[in-house]
């Protein structure tokens, strides 16, 4: 797994995703050498590099121009960019032009989760996985919600990391904010 | 109880204690309105305010001259100075000379926490409240092995709190970071 | 503050409302000595004693006749029956019942939080509080949501405790279920 | 990542390691198809699975004759007997059997952990990795200090794991117990 420190990050941008959560991330999304992942929201690409390390391709989008740019410089860092696609702009007017993948990472939707979903979920067989990670209580409840009106079956977790501060007095735990992820199985 | 905001604070001296660690504070205390309480590490005073607030004397120790003069400033602030008596100093060294209180508070020990727990505990009868707020993973445990090596019976919590930002696009949590409290029952 | 253990107890019955869980919703509250409590989903009680504790008087809705039944015996096994009206029933019929109160408690809504709060909210001055605990997803947003289109300004802290067993072999932690406390301010 | 359910368990035997934990330890651990794995402590055999799906050997010590049993019938119920050396005994006796491994992973050690890691310190080189899971307060202490005082860099985090429950009313968060995870970096 990537260090928190081994991403560009920048304040217009949010991310990356905590180490942790990128682990978790992973383990619960399968991913396999052969994959195709399908990614919304790339922010500082955290997840876009673990991706990119495990699978054939990943397609991510991202609305804000930084987050693109930011993804790019963190693929090329990592001598990553061969295996990504990066589209700028807004996944609801681009999923015609994507049929082909095996798992759908949501980690934001700039307020069209349902539609987003609903529209994707077209193109996803039962053997598809979809993944989101939520750090608002309402995307918890819409990607609760959202995904199983449209028949899926789901788990959610909710995950609470603090890190040690190896100080001289001892070791402070600072804690990280809580995220959730909810995801198809 | 108060807001956290309601605290003069300092980036040389922790704290406020966070309002809702106060309030657990308060109420695993059971501190009643003619109780002395003896608080050492009184920091930025947020545990001294609230004892104040409900018992009839408090001391407070610090080594810390900031902290003295802050706990000072809030205590003026909301009109408790009168209740509260301040001793800058080392708790160690104080001990002889205060004979008589309900609840002992530890908030913060400078290292020497066991010992201070053993000066103290001669002073302590079963009838007295221990209280220890750490965020430490070693104080947790030295805390615990103190209190149990002097014969008393204790309860431990650990206690995550996060706080939601009430955002246009949603409630986004905030993790409080993780605290212990040790107290004897 | 009561304990966990000094509660009757029904595996028919959810609650009581864990004892850090009932600490910070009286904090929450503020509530006064003079105040009258509301409180709809009484379940075990146990957030119904700590406010006849602290209040003049309480009423207490639940649809489920167990859940009064255990109330009633918990208010009367710690002498606090006179200060509690129990009412079996649901909340929706009973509210033009109930004319005046300070605190509008919602431990439990049985499916109808947003409807209470909107036939509620004509009746609750902005001097009242309204303080709902949330163990459901879908009822956090359900309670922010709801609040906000009220017009009410709200706060959220979702709260993860965990209790100390003390063992020979040292201290393992069990952790309580989250829980997020809602309330306006 | 296998499922909690995909393991045989006993209420004699503690674990599994839930799955989010096993996944964080296999991400923090860094295990390579060429490594051999050293576990003192395989319980239910969580993690030894995992271990042993990742890598090229695992030893695995387990002073509990059912843990042992029990480890091996979860090995052979996902075919991964041939890769796992069980060893019914006590870590400090068996230290001596064993001169080569790149993974030292303490998942229980019986009372005995500051006496293990100084035993096997010796054996480690600066590329090796220790990875401790601990569920006492007190053993992260003597984890901590005791890899302090041997001069490894390290680091801890603590984990705080909800699932969701998935019911007809909404989605009910239950807790995992806390559980720390100190490993050298």
């Not at 304040?11 to 995703?17: A, L």
């Not at 980690?107 to 069209?112: I, K, V």
């Given at each position: 797994m990537l260090k928190d420190s081994d991403f560009i990050s920048s304040?217009?941008?949010?991310?990356?995703?905590k180490e942790e959560i990128r682990c978790l991330v992973m383990c619960k999304s399968?991913?396999?050498?052969?994959d195709t992942v399908l990614e919304i929201g790339?922010?500082?690409g955290g997840l876009t590099l673990e991706f990119a390390r495990r699978c054939e391709k990943v397609y991510s989008i991202d609305k804000n121009h930084d987050a693109i740019s930011l993804t790019s410089q963190n693929l090329k860092k990592h001598f990553l960019d061969d295996k990504v696609d990066l589209i700028e702009g807004d996944a609801l007017s681009i999923?015609?032009?994507?049929?082909?993948?095996?798992i759908l990472m949501i980690?934001?939707?700039?307020?069209?989760l349902s539609e987003i979903l609903e529209k994707f979920s077209e193109k996803i067989s039962n053997k598809k996985k979809i993944i989101i990670t939520a750090i608002l209580i309402e995307t918890k409840t819409e990607a609760i919600n959202t995904l199983k009106k449209l028949g899926f079956e789901i788990e959610v977790v909710e995950v609470n990391i603090a890190r040690g501060h190896i100080l001289n007095r001892g070791t402070m735990m600072f804690a990280e904010n809580p995220i959730a992820i909810i995801y198809t199985v």
């Open positions: 304040s217009k941008v949010p991310g990356p995703t399968n991913v396999k050498s052969t790339c922010g500082t999923i015609n032009q994507i049929d082909s993948f095996d980690g934001g939707s700039g307020g069209d």
